[in-house]
């Protein structure tokens, strides 16, 4: 496929579906809102057609004639026969979703997605049900800005003719943008010989000789005839999208068989004369004809742009001009930068070294030359930032899907589409939050009825929002449901062995169980949730993005997630701290603030665990140094340098440190694909002498640390 | 336990020491060898990671073979180097008393250990030859170097 230059295109196809298919969602969601404006019908009927087209540009049979289904319902609802009723929009949804199934399964090679016939009946249905294959109405034109005019002359007095109807003669030239823009005559011509008995003959006056040939101009034609019994709209719905960049002329064949033998180039628009030479090939037979041509276009992929036309039916509601860039390059981008970073906090170091005035050129210029590389990374991450929509709309399939599966009916309500996110986080964010929504469908929100006896609407709502809070992203998923049944997960993580009977947990610990790995309400496993994966995975997928979740739940009133993420994973802001020798970065994130600490602020708990007193409020105490195995714990604390760090769950730890250094920015480097993952450290980082420094978690590490002591951390916690 | 098959005759070998005996490994899957850098401990390690160093941006874990062949662990001063080998995916330093020579020499000369040490380093050992009158052992990097994300899992 590497070799194939065809490849190309039909990737740039794929992206293009993925972003007709937003807009489809986008549309028909403003649908289910009520707006049915003929702006968003358009919206819609166009996605669908667009893809459609290109489909049948790369021969994509089943995607086609699923999308030729589905757009002949829509034009129903275009031209106002349909009503956008609420049963309708759902199964506009349906068909949207099966439809980027057939998407997806074109793009892989996979069969097509089951289930389709039955969701084209339903859809069917809506305009009164014949599976009759309508074609595409013909006052539709695709809004290509590049239209050429075309004439077409039409026999007019043929269609009437009631008996016998003389047979077709289709005369068809491409033009150099019909296979700039992907398309491809022999798929057309296989096309139109499935619609009878075709004859096909290849026109090669207009090729050079092969030193004079043009690589890239489009020098064959073809004249087709076909039984006189075809409607010609089947015949002009072969050609439907390439109209713009062909010279089409079907008309009767008039005479009885005396037609010229070749297509007459002068007087046609579109096709350029640019050949005076007289042809040295063959009339060959029509497939032979067309692997010669192939090569001519397929040489130049690079030449236009994949299905230029069609990706401009959509254009989004801001038009911005943009690039698609391959995420390698992007990488490697913020990877040089990233070697900037280390580069220059080397360079002010040995700066610092050779000890020279601070008002010195050398030392302003390398604070220019600081500032301009923050902005520099700043600007690069900025490139990979991504919004959340595509990964909240494949939420919004995952609720439908979910929602349809245990017989609930549930809205969802998102919020902050446009907040933008670092691209792999969204990626790696996509597996536990459809985890997380299927968990909110099925066990968060209760049955209509169950729903109605608690005086709420029968119809559930799981919220979905994302905003920037201190730098980080924070994703919520709420929904309106019960809350946590803590009875019942202190009775199952009691059943599993998770706590011991007589622990005396707060409402926040029982609910914080759910996270414990093999905490699985297995009782009420379903075809849904009940895929063996728990909230512990989902807490894992999240930590190793460098992030925390949380669960805040009120009986009756719902329960919320929170997952708070890193913005990006290439850089973080941290403080730069000495233990034992070694040097540790703790992101600063989770420091709330640093002190010294005084004889009095110590209180022994027992003969490993000591609390500090700090502002009323109790705070365990843990010795870094001893916690990473780097040292004995020390005799005293008296005098020692802490971190007070604060968790996402408003949980609070002090970490002893031997000396505070600086707060700087370093360049995130992964350790688990190097060595694998360290209890209590989050990454590496490269430090401005060349060495490696280790960026703790401290999140982790206390968790590591209170394992020993959990249960007596656990009552203190509270 | 056998020799690989391979249409080579002739094998390659880089030799180092490790205390007073020679080891060496085969050439192919050497990719450079540095010069002593104190590595940064790694927590909850074990005793013959001996932490992870910088090579050229990216994070290297440093192992000392010394202590992973049972032996006591190499000093760590600036005649010590490293040698960067990799084994599958993974890259890793391993930390060797001082680099001796490279070796050329006709794959029939690499004869299997005897089968009667019962000894973990046994295992270690892929072949053993005799140059000059030394005995120097082939080391299998991927019994000495299990894969560390299989480990971790």
Same mark, same amino acid.
């Given at each position: 496929?590497?070799?194939?230059?065809?490849?190309?295109?039909?990737?740039?196809?794929?992206?293009?579906?993925?972003?007709?298919?937003?807009?489809?969602?986008?549309?028909?969601?403003?649908?289910?809102?009520?707006?049915?404006?003929?702006?968003?019908?358009?919206?819609?009927?166009?996605?669908?057609?667009?893809?459609?087209?290109?489909?049948?540009?790369?021969?994509?049979?089943?995607?086609?004639?699923?999308?030729?289904?589905?757009?002949?319902?829509?034009?129903?609802?275009?031209?106002?026969?349909?009503?956008?009723?609420?049963?309708?929009?759902?199964?506009?949804?349906?068909?949207?979703?099966?439809?980027?199934?057939?998407?997806?399964?074109?793009?892989?090679?996979?069969?097509?997605?089951?289930?389709?016939?039955?969701?084209?009946?339903?859809?069917?249905?809506?305009?009164?049900?014949?599976?009759?294959?309508?074609?595409?109405?013909?006052?539709?034109?695709?809004?290509?800005?590049?239209?050429?005019?075309?004439?077409?002359?039409?026999?007019?007095?043929?269609?009437?003719?009631?008996?016998?109807?003389?047979?077709?003669?289709?005369?068809?030239?491409?033009?150099?943008?019909?296979?700039?823009?992907?398309?491809?005559?022999?798929?057309?011509?296989?096309?139109?010989?499935?619609?009878?008995?075709?004859?096909?003959?290849?026109?090669?006056?207009?090729?050079?000789?092969?030193?004079?040939?043009?690589?890239?101009?489009?020098?064959?034609?073809?004249?087709?005839?076909?039984?006189?019994?075809?409607?010609?709209?089947?015949?002009?719905?072969?050609?439907?999208?390439?109209?713009?960049?062909?010279?089409?002329?079907?008309?009767?064949?008039?005479?009885?068989?005396?037609?010229?033998?070749?297509?007459?180039?002068?007087?046609?628009?579109?096709?350029?004369?640019?050949?005076?030479?007289?042809?040295?090939?063959?009339?060959?037979?029509?497939?032979?004809?067309?692997?010669?041509?192939?090569?001519?276009?397929?040489?130049?992929?690079?030449?236009?742009?994949?299905?230029?036309?069609?990706?401009?039916?959509?254009?989004?509601?801001?038009?911005?001009?943009?690039?698609?860039?391959?995420?390698?390059?992007?990488?490697?981008?913020?990877?040089?930068?990233?070697?900037?970073?280390?580069?220059?906090?080397?360079?002010?170091?040995?700066?610092?070294?050779?000890?020279?005035?601070?008002?010195?050129?050398?030392?302003?210029?390398?604070?220019?030359?600081?500032?301009?590389?923050?902005?520099?990374?700043?600007?690069?991450?900025?490139?990979?930032?991504?919004?959340?929509?595509?990964?909240?709309?494949?939420?919004?399939?995952?609720?439908?899907?979910?929602?349809?599966?245990?017989?609930?009916?549930?809205?969802?309500?998102?919020?902050?589409?446009?907040?933008?996110?670092?691209?792999?986080?969204?990626?790696?964010?996509?597996?536990?939050?459809?985890?997380?929504?299927?968990?909110?469908?099925?066990?968060?929100?209760?049955?209509?009825?169950?729903?109605?006896?608690?005086?709420?609407?029968?119809?559930?709502?799981?919220?979905?929002?994302?905003?920037?809070?201190?730098?980080?992203?924070?994703?919520?998923?709420?929904?309106?449901?019960?809350?946590?049944?803590?009875?019942?997960?202190?009775?199952?993580?009691?059943?599993?062995?998770?706590?011991?009977?007589?622990?005396?947990?707060?409402?926040?610990?029982?609910?914080?169980?759910?996270?414990?790995?093999?905490?699985?309400?297995?009782?009420?496993?379903?075809?849904?949730?009940?895929?063996?994966?728990?909230?512990?995975?989902?807490?894992?997928?999240?930590?190793?993005?460098?992030?925390?979740?949380?669960?805040?739940?009120?009986?009756?009133?719902?329960?919320?997630?929170?997952?708070?993420?890193?913005?990006?994973?290439?850089?973080?802001?941290?403080?730069?701290?000495?233990?034992?020798?070694?040097?540790?970065?703790?992101?600063?994130?989770?420091?709330?603030?640093?002190?010294?600490?005084?004889?009095?602020?110590?209180?022994?708990?027992?003969?490993?665990?000591?609390?500090?007193?700090?502002?009323?409020?109790?705070?365990?105490?843990?010795?870094?140094?001893?916690?990473?195995?780097?040292?004995?714990?020390?005799?005293?604390?008296?005098?020692?340098?802490?971190?007070?760090?604060?968790?996402?769950?408003?949980?609070?730890?002090?970490?002893?440190?031997?000396?505070?250094?600086?707060?700087?920015?370093?360049?995130?480097?992964?350790?688990?694909?190097?060595?694998?993952?360290?209890?209590?450290?989050?990454?590496?980082?490269?430090?401005?002498?060349?060495?490696?420094?280790?960026?703790?978690?401290?999140?982790?590490?206390?968790?590591?640390?209170?394992?020993?002591?959990?249960?007596?951390?656990?009552?203190?916690?509270? | 336990?056998?020799?690989?098959?391979?249409?080579?005759?002739?094998?390659?070998?880089?030799?180092?020491?490790?205390?007073?005996?020679?080891?060496?490994?085969?050439?192919?899957?050497?990719?450079?060898?540095?010069?002593?850098?104190?590595?940064?401990?790694?927590?909850?390690? &074990?005793?013959?990671? *001996?932490? $992870? !160093?910088?090579?050229?941006?990216?994070?290297?874990?440093?192992?000392? @073979?010394? %202590?992973?062949?049972?032996?006591?662990?190499? &000093?760590?001063?600036? *005649?010590? $180097? !490293?040698?960067?080998?990799?084994?599958?995916?993974?890259?890793?330093? @391993?930390? %060797?008393?001082?680099?001796?020579?490279?070796?050329?020499?006709?794959?029939?000369?690499?004869?299997?250990?005897?089968?009667?040490?019962?000894?973990?380093?046994?295992?270690?050992?892929?072949?053993?030859?005799?140059?000059?009158?030394?005995?120097?052992?082939?080391?299998?990097?991927?019994?000495?170097?299990?894969?560390?994300?299989?480990?971790?899992?």
């Amino acid at each position: 496929m590497a070799t194939d230059p065809m490849a190309e295109i039909r990737a740039g196809f794929f992206v293009e579906c993925e972003e007709l298919l937003e807009s489809l969602q986008d549309s028909l969601v403003l649908l289910q809102d009520g707006r049915t404006d003929s702006e968003t019908v358009n919206t819609v009927f166009r996605a669908v057609h667009s893809i459609k087209g290109g489909a049948g540009a790369f021969g994509l049979d089943a995607l086609v004639a699923f999308a030729h289904r589905y757009e002949t319902v829509l034009d129903a609802l275009r031209s106002g026969q349909l009503e956008a009723t609420p049963e309708a929009v759902r199964s506009f949804f349906q068909a949207a979703d099966l439809l980027q199934d057939h998407v997806r399964a074109a793009r892989d090679g996979a069969p097509p997605p089951e289930g389709a016939e039955e969701v084209l009946r339903t859809l069917e249905a809506l305009i009164g049900g014949g599976g009759e294959t309508a074609e595409p109405p013909p006052d539709f034109q695709p809004i290509a800005l590049d239209f050429q005019p075309i004439t077409l002359s039409f026999d007019f007095d043929a269609l009437d003719e009631p008996a016998a109807p003389a047979r077709w003669v289709i005369r068809f030239r491409p033009t150099d943008a019909l296979y700039a823009s992907g398309n491809e005559p022999l798929h057309l011509l296989r096309a139109l010989a499935a619609l009878g008995s075709a004859e096909v003959a290849c026109d090669t006056t207009a090729v050079p000789p092969l030193d004079a040939l043009p690589p890239e101009a489009a020098l064959l034609a073809w004249r087709i005839t076909l039984p006189g019994e075809i409607a010609e709209a089947e015949i002009r719905e072969v050609f439907d999208f390439v109209e713009d960049v062909c010279a089409l002329e079907i008309a009767r064949e008039t005479g009885t068989g005396a037609e010229p033998p070749a297509v007459a180039p002068a007087g046609v628009p579109g096709c350029a004369a640019e050949a005076p030479a007289a042809p040295q090939v063959p009339p060959a037979p029509v497939d032979a004809a067309i692997v010669d041509a192939a090569p001519l276009p397929a040489a130049t992929p690079a030449a236009a742009p994949p299905r230029e036309t069609s990706g401009r039916h959509a254009p989004p509601a801001e038009v911005s001009a943009t690039v698609r860039v391959d995420l390698d390059r992007i990488d490697r981008l913020v990877n040089l930068v990233g070697e900037l970073v280390i580069n220059q906090a080397m360079l002010a170091q040995s700066v610092a070294e050779a000890g020279l005035p601070p008002n010195s050129a050398v030392m302003t210029g390398l604070e220019a030359f600081m500032m301009l590389t923050r902005d520099l990374q700043d600007s690069v991450m900025m490139i990979r930032a991504q919004p959340v929509k595509p990964l909240f709309q494949r939420m919004a399939r995952i609720v439908r899907e979910a929602s349809a599966a245990v017989g609930k009916e549930v809205r969802l309500h998102t919020e902050g589409e446009t907040t933008e996110v670092d691209k792999t986080v969204i990626e790696r964010l996509a597996e536990p939050l459809t985890h997380m929504i299927r968990n909110a469908v099925d066990h968060g929100l209760e049955t209509p009825e169950l729903r109605l006896a608690a005086g709420k609407p029968a119809e559930g709502v799981i919220s979905l929002t994302a905003q920037h809070r201190s730098g980080r992203i924070v994703i919520e998923v709420a929904d309106d449901g019960a809350g946590i049944n803590r009875p019942k997960v202190r009775e199952i993580a009691l059943a599993r062995g998770l706590i011991p009977a007589d622990a005396a947990l707060t409402d926040a610990e029982i609910d914080n169980l759910l996270f414990l790995p093999g905490f699985s309400t297995a009782s009420q496993v379903s075809a849904l949730s009940g895929r063996g994966v728990g909230m512990d995975v989902v807490r894992q997928a999240i930590q190793s993005l460098g992030g925390r979740v949380t669960i805040q739940s009120a009986p009756g009133a719902g329960t919320r997630f929170s997952i708070s993420l890193p913005l990006t994973l290439a850089v973080l802001d941290g403080m730069v701290v000495s233990v034992a020798d070694e040097t540790l970065v703790v992101p600063l994130s989770s420091i709330l603030e640093t002190a010294t600490l005084a004889a009095g602020d110590i209180r022994a708990l027992g003969p490993q665990t000591n609390v500090i007193h700090l502002r009323g409020a109790f705070v365990p105490l843990y010795d870094l140094g001893a916690e990473l195995g780097y040292r004995a714990p020390l005799p005293s604390y008296e005098g020692a340098v802490v971190l007070l760090t604060a968790q996402e769950d408003g949980s609070r730890a002090a970490l002893i440190v031997d000396a505070i250094h600086e707060q700087r920015q370093v360049v995130i480097k992964g350790l688990q694909q190097a060595y694998g993952r360290i209890p209590g450290v989050a990454a590496a980082t490269i430090l401005g002498n060349g060495r490696i420094a280790l960026i703790l978690d401290t999140a982790d590490l206390v968790q590591t640390a209170s394992g020993r002591t959990r249960i007596s951390q656990l009552a203190l916690a509270g | 336990m056998s020799t690989p098959e391979s249409p080579s005759a002739e094998v390659e070998l880089l030799s180092f020491r490790l205390a007073d005996e020679e080891y060496s490994v085969d050439i192919m899957s050497v990719r450079e060898i540095r010069g002593w850098t104190r590595a940064t401990p790694l927590p909850h390690a &074990p005793p013959h990671v *001996r932490g $992870v !160093i910088n090579l050229r941006g990216t994070v290297l874990p440093v192992v000392d @073979l010394s %202590v992973r062949l049972g032996m006591a662990p190499v &000093p760590g001063d600036s *005649r010590n $180097v !490293i040698i960067v080998v990799q084994v599958g995916s993974q890259t890793t330093g @391993l930390l %060797v008393n001082a680099v001796s020579d490279i070796l050329s020499l006709p794959r029939s000369e690499l004869q299997p250990p005897p089968d009667l040490l019962a000894d973990e380093e046994q295992s270690f050992i892929e072949a053993l030859t005799i140059v000059d009158g030394r005995m120097i052992r082939v080391l299998d990097l991927r019994a000495v170097l299990p894969d560390q994300s299989a480990e971790a899992a």
